[in-house]
């Protein structure tokens, strides 16, 4: 759905989105004002690469291609086993090895993290 220029404004002042705003910013100066979107990409701190690949999003997509996807893999959520875990760990005097805890979040869990990432656990 091609918008006119009054309404996408009117949707770019709404937006709350950093990271969309600043991508509708740029359509709305290389789609709307007329500007190069080499010159956009650089007042905003960006290289030509980043300013096609979000045009090319808006004209294939819509204002939906401006918005992040979401990505695979794990959910950055910690579950309910690994707060348990992190309450034992926190009530025991116990001098915990990363291999330790790393054993006990697959024993109660069963899911197993990487040993840089149990350090990221440990400190949220």
């Known amino acids: 759905m091609l918008l006119n220029k009054t309404s996408f404004e009117k949707i ?3 937006e709350e989105d950093a990271k969309t705003k600043e991508r509708m910013l740029l359509v709305l100066n290389v789609d709307y004002q007329g500007k190069i979107s080499v010159h956009v990409a650089t007042d905003l701190h960006r290289n ?4 096609c690949v979000w045009l090319k999003r808006y004209d294939k997509e ?3 291609g401006l918005k992040n996807k979401p990505r695979a893999g794990r959910s950055s959520e910690l579950s309910e086993d690994i707060c348990n875990i992190k309450t034992t760990l926190k009530e025991s005097n116990h001098g ?3 291999k330790q805890v790393e054993d006990l979040i697959v024993k109660k869990s069963g899911i197993k993290y990487h040993h840089t990432h149990i350090y ?3 400190r949220k």
């Open 12 to 14: 770019y002042r709404n």
């Open 48 to 51: 030509r690469a980043w300013a």
């Open 62 to 64: 819509g204002l939906e």
């Open 96 to 98: 915990w090895t990363i």
């Open 120 to 122: 990221r656990i440990l």
